[in-house]
């Protein structure tokens, strides 16, 4: 589905803020998989899903789309086969337009857009059946303006826009970080639904372990930009907390003993 | 004010009305603060009198007008979006080269217009006077720019247009390139300031290159002021109040230079001034309203 062969990142090249950000990553992400990816912060989590996107180019390797290369492509055209969730709420949605506007919007992802109108009638109905399995009463609500929701409805409508045009890949982006305990445990539920309904190939940023344990058949460990851990099937199942701490401190300690070093060191 | 003042505010209130849509769809739509504006006014000022003077019918000449002004912002734009150039600086260099090139078209720094066709003709030849027919006139192309402004809002094109200003990564996110959005947008803005210029060189009867000194500062005022007297819950309802802020900033200017106190008074002069700080009282508000409502 997904290939990246040997990307790499940096930011602010050849300054004295250069970063590397993803070192030599190579992944192949079947159809249907579902990635937990977790990683302490500045691991270079969001900058691969920003590569995949196309949010960033790459400064070497290739990234595969079903076999079609898509490494120089621009963020837009990429879309079409892609659908994002962000970090923040905010971004997902757009607060000046109404709830059923932006649905509109996302029904014409990588359409080319006319002068036809932009809700149309016709699709009101598919809308508040969208919306209905949410349980918000957000289908009652069609008009309000996106800016009067919460972060919780925000997120729960960028969900069903991200998802309202099929993507080949699903790109989520520690989507329930900014969110309170129990609104973040209903967006998580919805997204596991609908990525099993729709049998989704989903890339999953999560901050939170327990849900990277829970969540997605294969579970990738970043660290330092790079993949330092890849489990899947039985073994991700039979995987537990203390299993990620471990593999954690093994390569934080290492972090920790190479500072050292350099302190010790001058 | 008399009758007569009143239907010349009007009038100029219509005229300009269409330059501050355009106004309204940079500035707030698009985010994009855009001062082409400024030069876009009289290079559809310019391009319609040329027309005009070589005999080409007055309704034609605005779409000459239309068609340039729009180039105008597409120049902006490409400033921006391909060349990374900030927008404000984009768009005041694009402004400094229509100054020339304005001077160019007219073949001088102005064209007088009288004796010329215009769009007032046909009603005049009627024997309607020109207090009435001016304001009528533009009257119905104001309100008809405003619908079209409206419709094209509504458009699949136009929510694409909003999402830009409104939120560039969600737009981009679901397929939509932003940079042609821009492209268009602030080319349809400039096309509706250039087509209010080419209305205001018919009506004044001449064409000047200075004649858009601070068209910007006077179509954010107007924006402003009719947001804040007619509201912007809905885009039609945003529309309509820029429409309906540029009739009441026009009546406050003839109003203003009514006043005397002995022997001073505001001159037309004075305009930039007054219309200046009256923006920057208008940007100001809101912030120290939040700061007393902080402490
Ligand atoms: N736009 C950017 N400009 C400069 N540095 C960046 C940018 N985005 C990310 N980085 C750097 O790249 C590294 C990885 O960041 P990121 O992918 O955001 O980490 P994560 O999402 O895993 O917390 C960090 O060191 C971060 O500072
Ligand atoms: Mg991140």
């Known amino acids: 589905m997904i290939t990246l062969k040997a990307i790499t990142k940096y930011f602010n090249r050849g300054s004295i803020n250069e970063v590397l950000s993803l070192d030599n990553i190579n992944l192949d992400v079947e159809p249907g998989d579902f990635v937990a990816i977790i990683g302490s912060n500045g691991a270079g989590k969001s900058t691969l899903l920003n590569c995949v996107a196309g949010s960033h180019l790459l400064d070497s390797g290739k990234i595969l789309l079903n076999h079609t290369e898509i490494t120089v492509w621009p963020e837009h055209k990429r879309a079409k086969f892609m659908g994002r969730v962000f970090q923040d709420p905010l971004l997902g949605t757009c607060s000046t337009l109404s709830i059923e506007q932006n649905l509109a919007l996302a029904k014409k992802r990588g359409q080319p857009r006319g002068l036809g109108i932009g809700v149309k009638n016709r699709d009101r109905d598919l809308f508040r059946e969208k919306l209905k399995v949410l349980g918000l009463g957000l289908e009652n609500r069609l008009q309000d303006k996106v ?7 925000r997120q729960a409508l960028t969900m069903i826009m991200a998802t309202m045009i099929h993507p080949e890949v699903l790109l989520l982006d520690e989507h329930t970080a900014a969110l309170d305990p129990k ?7 919805l997204t596991n639904k609908i990525i099993h309904e729709l049998k989704l190939t989903t890339l999953m940023v999560t901050h939170n372990m327990k849900q990277a344990l829970e969540f997605g058949n294969r579970l990738i460990m970043l660290n330092m930009g790079r993949i330092i851990m890849d489990v899947r099937g039985q073994e991700k199942k039979n995987l537990t907390v203390q299993d990620l701490l471990a593999g954690f401190y093994k390569v934080q300690g290492e972090a920790f003993s190479s500072d050292k070093m350099l302190l010790v060191n001058p | 004010m008399t009758w007569y003042a009143f239907l010349g505010a009007l009038e100029q209130g219509f005229v300009y009305g269409i330059m501050v849509l355009g106004v309204y769809l940079t500035f707030r739509v698009l985010d994009f603060p855009d001062l082409t504006v400024d030069g876009s006014l009289p290079l559809g000022a310019s391009v319609s009198a040329v027309a005009l003077t070589h005999g080409i019918n007055p309704f034609v000449s605005l779409l000459f007008a239309l068609g340039s002004g729009f180039l105008a912002g597409v120049v902006t734009a490409l400033l921006n979006t391909k060349l990374k150039i900030i927008h404000l600086l984009a768009s005041i260099l694009t402004m400094i080269a ?14 007088s217009l009288l004796g010329t066709e215009n769009v007032l003709s046909p009603l005049q030849a009627l024997g309607i006077p020109g207090y009435i027919a001016s304001p009528f006139i533009f009257g119905i ?49 400039n096309a509706l300031v250039a087509f209010s210029g080419a209305l205001i060189a018919q009506n004044q009867g001449a064409s000047d290159v200075n004649m858009g000194v601070g068209t910007i500062i006077a179509g954010l005022a107007s924006v402003i002021v009719g947001e804040t007297v007619f509201g912007k819950s809905t885009i039609a309802r945003a529309c309509v109040a820029a429409l309906i802020g540029s009739i009441i900033y026009r009546i406050a200017i003839a109003l203003a230079l009514g006043i005397h106190w002995g022997r001073i008074s505001f001159t037309p002069s004075d305009l930039n001034l007054i219309t200046a700080l009256l923006v920057i009282a208008a940007l100001v508000t809101p912030k ?8």
Request: proline letters at 2%; hydrophobic letters at 45%.
């Open chain 1, 183 to 189: 609104t973040a445990h209903q967006i998580i539920d």
């Open chain 2, 141 to 189: 192309l104001a309100l008809f720019a405003t619908a079209l402004l409206i419709w094209f809002l509504h458009t699949e094109l136009g929510q694409a247009l909003m999402a830009t200003g409104c939120n560039p990564q969600m737009i981009t996110s679901l397929g939509v390139n932003t940079h042609h959005i821009i492209i268009l947008g602030v080319g349809i803005s």
């Open chain 2, 288 to 295: 120290v309203k939040e700061r007393i409502r902080r402490k």
């Open chain 1, 147 to 153: 800016g009067l929701l919460s972060g919780g409805q």
């Open chain 2, 98 to 111: 229509l100054y020339s090139i304005n001077i160019r078209i007219m073949g001088g720094p102005n064209i």
